[in-house]
């Protein structure tokens, strides 16, 4: 997989900022120029929410951060990155000037994308001395956390720029799309601009306010839109028939008078003045940084519900994130036994997500269990069975588990599991998962489990090969010598 070494960041602000976090998220680190006098407290406070969204994502081990680094000058800033990211604000001569001078120090190898949102790369890379290497890579906002970004040449980029920039993509938890033409606003923009510009006709005209406006979005065909776009979803519109139902039913309605696209509202003082109004009746006081907050605790919500999507396979941007996992458990299998395997080893670190919080305002039931079985799959991966192994056509599975409740864990509270081995045979692994809370160390929750070691294909308990159980062998014998803890063998309904 074809990985970026050191980005660079030439502009700081809502998309440079998001660029920023994703980056040093995914381990690499940023140097960043941005004359902004208050940059880095605009970037930190960029970072502190994708940290938080982060948390409460993904329980897969993450990269140590990368080193964010400020830097006076642009030049400064790009001179050894491999991919800079070019995201000042939308002006043509200030890009080409602002492209230019990083064209000019920055390595030949070395890509560079513009964020912008509707200028032709063509445009851009005009004045640039090795113009191949400039693509548009047009991210959405919150850029940490939506994985899209429309990679788009102009008539001098070349086939290879455009090939590395999409196999860089995935490695950082995004989703790279080819648009094949140039045109202006390429595909995503140009269907928010038709949008928008309806919208405002809509508040023009007093049919609606901006709030019912955006209630008709997202009690509708936004909640759609999130996992199957515009096309299979009027493909299932058409009911058994399909698509080609949907278009002779529907199509013909495209001749009426329903929009007023090609037309452009006047954004005189008065209309702005409309909106704005409306607009902040509608926030009911919230700030943008708890506005950015909450729509990363729902943005986070759907993704892990579309990770689930499709029978457990993950479906649309929620398949992505699953194979994003899937690479950082598999990066994650070559680390080392934790330090000190004479207590209870330290498996899983997390923080409560939204998804994971029910009516009582606390981590529901199954999710206890998912954490406790993602501990028990660290201490798996621990002992050599990791994705190959089971690919292999070996695993174990759990036959039995014991949960008890000992304490609550809220939205955001940062939790960390403990696993202490009770005893190991050739087929049988006796485990004791704890979740704490971290910060008090507090036990929250147990579970008991006893796994089997089976030969998948034939669908059977089978003997663990001796590779599995050398590993085994140094932590059974030194959990052995740990006390019993409080809670072993109970069942419900049992006397304290
Ligand atoms: N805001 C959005 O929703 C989206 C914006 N974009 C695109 O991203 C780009 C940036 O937009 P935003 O981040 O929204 O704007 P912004 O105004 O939040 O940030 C622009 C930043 O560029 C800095 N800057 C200005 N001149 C500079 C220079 N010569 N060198 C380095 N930094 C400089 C400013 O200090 C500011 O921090 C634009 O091309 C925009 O079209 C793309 C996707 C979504
Ligand atoms: C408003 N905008 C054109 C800058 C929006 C985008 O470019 C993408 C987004 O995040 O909506």
Redesign the pocket.
């Known amino acids: 997989m074809s990985k970026i070494n050191k980005a660079a960041c ?7 900022g998001g660029w920023i976090a994703r980056f040093l998220l995914a381990g690499i680190d940023v140097d960043v ?4 006098p208050e ?1 880095s407290r ?1 970037v930190g406070e960029v970072i502190a929410n994708a940290e938080r969204a982060y948390a409460m994502l993904t329980g897969a081990p993450q990269p140590p951060r990368g080193k964010l680094t400020y830097c006076e000058t ?1 030049e400064e800033a790009v001179v050894d990155a491999d991919w800079i990211q070019e ?4 002006r043509l001569d ?1 890009k080409r000037k ?1 492209l230019t001078e990083i064209d000019a120090a920055c390595r030949p190898d070395a890509l560079i994308g513009s ?3 509707g200028l032709l790369p063509t445009d851009l890379q005009r004045d640039m001395r090795f113009p191949e290497r400039l693509f548009v890579a ?4 919150p850029v940490y956390l939506l994985p899209l970004v429309e990679i788009v040449g102009g008539e001098k980029t070349s086939h290879g720029a455009i090939k590395v920039a999409m196999e860089k993509l995935p490695p950082i938890g995004m989703k790279g799309v080819h648009i094949a033409k140039e045109i202006e606003a390429f595909v995503g923009d140009r269907l928010l601009e038709a949008l928008w510009r309806e919208a405002l006709w809509l508040i023009h005209d007093d049919i609606c306010t901006v709030e019912t406006l955006d209630d008709v979005i997202r009690y509708s065909f936004g909640l759609r839109w999130a996992q199957m776009g515009l096309f299979q979803t009027y493909r299932i519109a058409g009911g058994e028939a399909g698509m080609r139902h949907f278009l002779a039913q529907f199509g013909p309605a495209l001749q009426w008078n329903w929009t007023k696209l090609m037309d452009v509202v006047d954004l005189d003082d008065a209309l702005v003045e409309k909106i704005g109004q409306q607009s902040d009746e509608q926030a009911d006081g919230l700030s943008i940084r708890e506005l950015e907050r909450i729509r990363d605790e729902n943005l986070v919500g759907i993704l892990q519900a579309l990770k689930g999507g499709h029978g457990g396979k993950g479906w649309g941007a929620g398949k992505l994130l699953k194979d994003f996992e899937h690479t950082l458990w598999t990066a994650s299998g070559s680390r080392k036994h934790p330090e000190d395997i004479a207590r209870p080893l330290r498996l899983v670190e997390a923080n409560v997500s939204p998804a994971w919080v029910d009516y009582n305002g606390h981590m529901t039931e199954h999710r206890y269990l998912q954490v406790f079985g993602d501990t028990s799959d660290a201490l798996l991966r621990l002992i050599g069975v990791d994705f190959a192994y089971v690919e292999r056509g070996h695993s174990y599975y759990t036959v039995e588990t014991h949960i008890r409740h000992l304490g609550e864990a809220k939205l955001g509270q940062a939790i960390h599991s403990t696993c202490q081995l009770l005893s190991a045979d050739e087929k049988r692994l006796h485990l004791f998962n704890t979740i704490h809370d971290t910060a008090t160390g507090q036990a929250i929750a147990t579970a008991e489990q006893m796994l089997l070691h089976v030969d998948a294909k034939a669908g059977k308990a089978a003997l663990a090969p001796g590779e599995v159980l050398s590993k085994i062998k140094p932590i059974s014998e030194v959990h052995a010598k740990l006390p019993i803890p409080d809670g072993v063998g109970r069942h419900v309904g049992q006397k304290r």
């Open positions: 030439v502009g700081g602000g809502v998309i440079g120029f941005d004359p902004h940059a605009i642009l995201s000042v604000p939308e200030l602002v964020s912008t949102s047009h991210p959405y906002n």
